[in-house]
């Protein structure tokens, strides 16, 4: 199947820095990727969806000026943690589909575990 | 707004035992249900899915049953072995392009296979 991969897999920043997660398709280009959050036991939430060239639309909740999201190609999209507390802490996942595949799959990246001390 | 429910929050089965979780959706617009497995701190991996269009599918042990009119789908796996144990989330997206692909997560159950 495609494959999604995730930098950093883990990271450990202060309170109040910003830190930038990347999310990238390998061997298919995606117009749209997702952004979810999840926090320990519990499920994954969408936090945005990533629109190449254009805005993020994000879900109800989802403070759009810290979460930054930026898809400048078709196989790379950023979220960017702005002035990040220890309640951002958490695994933070990204999805996308091949839109050349005849089957609606999504293919998750690795995750990426953020921890705000 | 779009919501999935997920039951039971845990399950504990022995070995060889089947086990159900049920999901109910609420927006009929709905016509993409894939099931996932999670294992501690991994991504979710697709174990099973089904489209609309179709009321029941099986691959070997896992099955996927789906009730439109209900709006409600469950996955059974049977013959469950200890490997099994993890946390199973169901969803729920429209399946068209951009945006609509978007997944809609239950809140996931966490199955432990007994030896």
């Known amino acids: 199947g495609a494959v999604v991969s995730q930098h950093p897999s883990w990271v450990i920043c202060k309170s109040g820095t910003s830190v930038k997660i990347e999310c990238r398709s390998l061997?298919?280009?995606?117009?749209?990727m997702f952004w979810y959050r999840q926090f320990p036991k519990q499920s994954l939430m969408l936090m945005a969806t990533?629109?190449?060239?254009?805005?993020?639309?994000?879900e109800q909740g989802v403070e759009k000026d810290k979460f930054l999201i930026n898809h400048a190609s078709l196989t790379l999209s950023t979220l960017t943690v702005t002035s990040a507390h220890p309640e951002d802490s958490s695994f933070y996942i990204c999805?996308?589909?091949?839109?050349?595949?005849?089957?609606?799959?999504?293919?998750f990246g690795p995750g990426t575990r953020l921890t705000v001390t | 707004g779009e919501n999935v429910e997920q039951h039971p929050s845990t399950l504990s089965v022995q070995e060889g035992d089947s086990a159900v979780i049920k999901c109910t959706y609420s927006?009929?617009?709905?016509?993409?249900f894939p099931w996932y497995k999670q294992e501690l701190g991994k991504r979710p991996q697709l174990i099973i899915d089904?489209?609309?269009?179709?009321g029941e599918k099986k691959d070997q042990r896992i099955a996927v049953t789906l009730n439109k009119t209900a709006k409600h789908f469950s996955l059974h796996i049977t013959e469950t072995q200890p490997e099994d144990s993890a946390v199973y989330f169901c969803?729920?997206?429209?399946?068209?392009?951009?945006?609509?692909?978007?997944?809609?997560f239950g809140a996931g159950t966490r199955l432990a296979v007994h030896p």
């Open positions: 999805s996308a589909r091949d839109p050349r595949a005849s089957s609606y799959e999504q293919y």
């Open positions: 969803a729920a997206s429209k399946g068209f392009s951009g945006g609509y692909n978007k997944l809609i």
């Open positions: 089904i489209r609309s269009n179709v």
């Open positions: 990533s629109n190449e060239g254009s805005k993020a639309t994000y």
């Open positions: 061997d298919f280009q995606a117009t749209t």
């Open positions: 927006d009929s617009a709905s016509n993409y």
